[in-house]
């Protein structure tokens, strides 16, 4: 195991789901790579910056339901794939329960 693996707080988990965001450009329907309790991975051909505040709306086809919520771009790779990773800045209790939800059904 790398250190950044062992690093990381919270597993991620390869997912069938996508999110629009709004940063200092609008993306809508972006491929989520993959998903975490602590943050998303997103593809997108407009990558913010490191720092970037953006409002996420992350859609869960799987469970009927999406969730709002803020986030800051942590890191971004500008190079194929064009993707970023931003961690979730305001995880209030309903969000986390609608986040657990869709989790534990990917993970069967």
């Known amino acids: 195991m790398s250190k950044k693996q062992e690093a990381r707080k ?3 988990y390869e ?3 996508y999110v629009d ?3 200092t450009d609008v993306g809508l329907y972006h491929k989520v790579q993959n998903i975490s309790l602590g943050g998303i991975c997103i593809q997108s051909s ?3 910056d490191v720092g970037t505040i953006v409002d996420l709306v992350i859609n869960f086809p799987d469970l009927d339901s999406t969730i709002a919520i803020k986030g800051e771009v942590v890191w971004a790779n500008r190079h194929e794939p064009k993707d970023m990773g931003i961690r979730y800045m305001n995880l209030d ?3 986390l329960g609608t986040l657990k ?3 534990q059904k990917v993970k069967k």
């Open 10 to 12: 919270h597993v991620r």
């Open 15 to 17: 997912v069938d789901a």
């Open 21 to 23: 965001y709004t940063g």
């Open 46 to 48: 407009s990558v913010e």
């Open 93 to 95: 209790d309903g969000r």
């Open 101 to 103: 939800k869709f989790i």
